[in-house]
């Protein structure tokens, strides 16, 4: 069974960092893209970056790449996602998953309860 646990959200300035953890468990993991995804009041839930089972690729949505970096680490079970130059419509809650698809249209399997990340002066 699949399991996500994220940590790490809070709230922060514009224009300032935060690392997203999320712990993983599950062996079908080994063999899956996981990635994250957000979804802030009243909006859709927005695909971010995914990165395969073996950590080597990565992919970003236009509306986060250059400013965010997704990371895994297999032997720690755990993935990060670094947020740097953050903004206000960065505010969400945002969630690690299982990644079916991405890209254009993104489709999710499991994911975990999420973490609350609030930009705001």
């Known amino acids: 069974q699949v399991q996500f646990v994220e940590s790490g959200g809070g709230l922060v300035q514009p224009g300032g960092s935060l690392r997203l953890s999320c712990a993983f468990s599950?062996?079908?993991?080994?063999?899956?893209?996981i990635g994250w995804f957000r979804q802030a009041p009243g909006k859709e839930r927005e695909g971010l970056s995914c990165?395969?089972?073996?950590?080597?690729?990565?992919y970003y949505s236009d509306s986060v790449k250059g400013r965010f970096t997704i990371s895994r680490d297999n032997t720690k079970n755990t993935m990060y996602l670094q947020m740097n130059s953050l903004k206000p419509e960065d505010t969400a809650v945002y969630y690690c998953?299982?990644?079916?698809?991405?890209?254009?249209?993104?489709?999710?399997?499991?994911w975990g309860q999420g973490t609350q990340v609030t930009v705001s002066s």
């Open positions: 599950g062996r079908e993991l080994d063999y899956y893209a």
């Open positions: 990165i395969d089972a073996s950590g080597d690729g990565t």
């Open positions: 998953a299982t990644v079916v698809k991405y890209g254009s249209m993104w489709e999710f399997g499991s």
